[in-house]
């Protein structure tokens, strides 16, 4: 049998990250409805807008009109990717890529605390090693005054699952958190809020270590 040499090593991931753009560059151009998935998904995150994205939700009650903080997501935490159980994480152990794209939002103010919505849309991505299934995707968000001395005012952590059917290579996400909330400061305070939306995989239980089979005496 001939052995494995470097160059052997090489190619065979040259050829996996071949195979992994394949699957990238197919979920971005898209094939047959996807225009029109993509459009679904912007008007499903836009239904609950009572006007333009970024202006308070009008209610009963709502004495004062404030512009909503800005939606950022955070450095580093717009992608997640997940690879197969207990394999080294590489292109060729990649089953899927979930990557946010748009993030929306709207305010309301009520005695003296702001609620808001955040929505926040994306795609997941199938990689060489992925197929079917049910995908739990890990989402924190959190509102900051940011300043000298940044103050986290609010954090919530969300999981919510998405289901890729058989034969997609690429499927949309959506989650709306509805019950962000705070109370209101002052106006010139306020524009230093920053709503932060991310994947923290960490926020996820970690998963039990397999039983070791004890040696027979």
Not at 10 to 23: D, K, N, T, V, Y
Request: glycine share 12%; net charge positive.
């Amino acid at each position: 049998m001939r052995k494995s040499t470097v160059s052997d090593v090489a190619r065979g991931r040259a050829a996996a990250m071949a195979i992994w753009s394949l699957f990238f560059g197919a979920a971005l151009i898209g094939g047959p409805g996807t225009a029109h998935a993509q459009a679904s998904i912007s008007d499903k995150l836009n239904s609950w807008f009572f006007g333009s994205p970024g202006k308070e939700a009008p209610a009963p009650g709502v004495a004062d009109e404030i512009e909503c903080p800005d939606v950022s997501v955070r450095a580093g935490a717009s992608t997640l990717s997940v690879s197969a159980p207990g394999a080294e994480a590489n292109p060729t152990t990649t089953r899927y890529q979930a990557t946010i794209g748009q993030t929306a939002r709207e305010c309301a103010t009520l005695g003296g605390v702001v609620t808001m919505k955040v929505g926040v849309q994306g795609r997941i991505l199938l990689g060489p090693a992925g197929g079917p299934g049910q995908l739990d995707l890990p989402l924190r968000v959190a509102v900051v005054r940011e300043g000298t001395e940044p103050k986290t005012i609010w954090t919530k952590f969300y999981k919510f699952a998405v289901e890729i059917p058989p034969g997609q290579t690429s499927v949309p996400f959506v989650h709306v958190a509805q019950d962000v909330s705070f109370p209101m400061p002052g106006k010139s305070e306020l524009e230093s809020y920053v709503v932060y939306v991310g994947f923290d995989p960490t926020g996820l239980p970690a998963k039990p270590e397999p039983r070791k089979k004890k040696k027979s005496k």
